[in-house]
């Protein structure tokens, strides 16, 4: 049924108002769902994608989405389940005619992980030893891959940083605690409605909770991990109840959750309890393909 209506090429996004559909509702063990990768819709045309995680571009092509037809890319953080798809999505952009053009935003480097440009080169350049052949994305002095950094050293900081500002919609990022990786939250607005893609973070995202609390999204998509109870990886994602405290402390009007590990969807029952101990909104977990709205503040 959902193969049926993805292979149609249609997502069941609404054809006003902002929503997100989820292309990818796993990651990053092969348990069956495409790695996280999110096509933000605004009155119902695709303008962004975020993240790229392995299955994107398939996705992207049941979807009936060419990559070049997106305003940006944005990738949350480096890690493979995220960003893994991104040189497919390049190559198949590169069939494109007049020759396309991509405007990349991702987060800066520290420590063991390279920023958003050293990745890309070392990927893609004329000095790379992995996929050079695409180094024409880089070639010239107005390349035709625009890369941009975000810092993200301070998770603990509020701040926003405005990355696309189109008459339709505004996307910026807000940094967020995903152990010792450079990592980024995204949130979109448009008209009077807002979409906050939490990516993978931990529950010290101090100045995520800081800065987007009460701001009351539509639809906030969460990451849905780890399981509650001892033993899990506390210091990259938060346990379910987490995901709850957040939804209550930004007023979200509905909470999807993805980014859906089998290690997590075992114990659905007791994480859904656990976040309904904070949150009373509406809870779903996302498949591949599903559209949501942003609700609209009641
Ligand atoms: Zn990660
Ligand atoms: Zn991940």
């Not at 390049?90 to 990745?119: C, E, I, M, T, V």
């Not at 152990?179 to 010290?204: H, I, K, N, Y």
């Amino acid at each position: 049924m959902l193969a049926a209506v993805l292979l149609a090429g249609a997502l069941a996004c609404p054809a006003t108002g902002l929503s997100v559909a989820v292309l990818g509702s796993g990651g990053p063990i092969a348990e069956g769902r495409a790695g996280p990768a999110y096509l933000v819709h605004v009155e119902g045309a695709p303008r962004l994608l975020i993240d790229a995680g392995p299955g994107a571009l398939l996705r992207l092509g049941e979807a009936g989405v060419a990559p070049e037809s997106l305003d940006a890319i944005a990738l949350s953080h480096l890690h493979v389940d995220h960003a893994g798809d991104l040189p497919a999505l390049l190559k198949s952009a590169n069939f494109a005619d007049p020759p396309a053009r991509l405007a990349l935003f991702g987060p800066d480097g520290r420590g063991l992980f390279p920023g958003l440009r050293q990745h890309v080169t070392a990927l893609i350049s004329e000095r790379s030893d992995v996929f050079r052949y695409l180094a024409d994305w880089l070639a010239g002095p107005k390349p035709r891959l625009t890369i941009t950094e975000v810092n993200s050293a301070d998770p603990d900081s509020p701040r926003e940083t405005l990355l696309v500002d189109r008459p339709a919609y505004r996307l910026s990022a807000v940094v967020v605690h995903h152990g010792v990786v450079p990592a980024l939250a995204f949130v979109v607005r448009s008209g009077g409605q807002t979409a906050v893609l939490a990516g993978d973070q931990s529950e010290f995202s101090t100045g995520f909770d800081t800065a987007l609390a009460g701001s009351r999204p539509g639809l906030l998509i969460m990451h849905h991990a780890i399981p509650e109870g001892p033993g899990q990886p506390r210091g990259l994602h938060r346990p379910p109840a987490q995901l709850g405290e957040a939804a209550a402390r930004l007023g979200a009007g509905q909470l999807v959750l993805s980014h859906n590990m089998k290690r997590a969807l075992d114990r659905q029952a007791e994480g859904l309890a656990a976040i309904g101990r904070s949150y009373q909104g509406h809870v779903t977990i996302a498949g591949d393909g599903q559209c949501f709205a942003a609700l609209l503040p009641q």
